[in-house]
């Protein structure tokens, strides 16, 4: 159940990392072919590429939790023995989860300002700062079904 749930997840994940990625990839093309075509341009998708962006980094960040890609401090790895790694293992799992808890936490406050102080033109735009506590969310998610059901990487 555990490992359905966690590949799920990252299939979601991927799947919108992906479809940001290629919707910034065609707005850009469209700007580019409308500027130099058309000399004219939609001011609002260098604001949209800008929110994409932070999306399709996030989701790749919360992929590279899954896939236990994610950035790792192993500067005691190489003095600690094999069964010393697997001790803490769990630990250092848990503390990233509680981590990426903190980050929701924090994610969540940022949203809500966001929303209170946005000029209303970019009203539009503030779904996608969901995409800060949704993907630390789901960083934690991963962090603790790694604690269950996942061999070490």
Partial sequence: MFARLDNTLASAERFVAAFSLLLMLLLSLLQILTRNFFDTGFPQIELLNRHLLIVAGLMGA???????????????????????????????????????????????????????????????????????????????????LACFYREPA
């Fill in 62 to 144: 919360a992929v590279a939790s899954y896939e236990s890609r994610h950035i790792k401090i192993d500067a005691l790895t190489t003095i600690m023995s094999a069964r010393q790694q697997q001790l803490m293992r769990i630990p250092l799992l848990l503390f990233a989860a509680a981590v990426a808890a903190a980050l929701v936490y924090y994610s969540v406050i940022f949203c809500m300002d966001e929303w209170q102080y946005a000029p209303p033109n970019e009203r539009w735009t503030l779904p996608f700062v969901l995409a800060y506590p949704v993907s630390f969310s789901m960083m934690c998610l991963h962090f603790l």
